[in-house]
């Protein structure tokens, strides 16, 4: 599906991007949080080709994996990037404790969504400290299902890999010299042990990319991808908002 795409060219024009809006904005660099996945990697990469010494990567540990930490350190290691260790977990587990005191027990994805908001909430302030602005990870295929956490890893100010579907942005990762290991493992949130997107999904990233691009899927597999966008798509539109000639009579 990567056929006749100059991604060398892509990534340029991604670094481009970069510059005109950060400079737009007023800001002068870039925060990115480093998951130790590829998105979060290529997303880093870019900042850094953007914005040279002026970007920070942020690991934030939330009682996740040390395969995830390590990954992220071999990532910011290899290409020299400046950042910091900010460990979540006890916050989360205070956090939890506090909001439980209520009586109220949260399920599941209750639970683990506070550990993305957590994370956005440090972003912002590594950002505002820095005057740089917190450049997100989403790709195009995630955005189509809304598969990610909304004001979690969705609060961001600006996500250049947004029009990448899954396969490109890996594509686009091997030109980057992205480390394989990075580029090979099983994309997931890291919210819980063993989590991976696909399971979650109920689809792999190929059929979602291929119907995304091409609108051509098995029928079960293009309900799935359609029901997702459908439930979902509060989190990539603008805060609902009523009319005035719906409120006041004018």
Not at 130 to 139: A, Q, R
Not at 171 to 183: D, G, M, Q
Request: charged share 25%.
């Amino acid at each position: 599906m990567n056929e006749n795409k100059n991604f060398k060219k892509i990534s340029a024009n991604l670094v481009n991007w970069l510059k005109d809006r950060v400079a737009a904005a007023g800001a002068d660099g870039a925060v990115v949080g480093l998951s130790g996945g590829i998105d979060s990697a290529v997303t880093a990469r870019l900042a850094q080709k953007a914005f040279a010494d002026n970007v920070m990567g942020i690991i934030m540990p939330c009682n996740s994996s040390s395969e995830d930490r390590e990954d992220a350190l071999l990532f910011a290691n290899k290409f020299g990037l400046d950042y910091i260790i900010t460990d979540l977990s006890g916050v989360y587990a205070h956090l939890l404790d506090e909001l439980q005191k209520s009586g109220i027990k949260g399920n599941k994805m209750a639970e683990i969504n506070i550990k993305p908001r957590l994370r956005m909430t440090s972003l912002y302030y590594y950002a505002a400290s820095l005057n740089y602005l917190v450049i997100g990870t989403d790709n195009r295929s995630e955005l189509k299902i809304g598969y990610f956490t909304k004001y979690g890893d969705g609060g961001v100010d600006l996500a250049p890999l947004g029009s990448l579907v899954k396969h490109e942005v890996k594509a686009l990762a091997r030109e980057l010299n992205i480390p394989e290991k990075i580029i090979n493992k099983k994309p997931s949130a890291g919210l819980w042990s063993n989590q991976t997107d696909e399971d979650e999904m109920g689809f792999s990233y190929q059929e979602l990319d291929q119907y995304i691009l091409s609108g051509e899927a098995e029928a079960e597999t293009k309900a799935k991808i359609e029901r997702l966008a459908q439930k979902n798509q509060h989190k990539v539109k603008a805060v609902p908002i009523p009319e005035r000639s719906d409120i006041f009579d004018e």
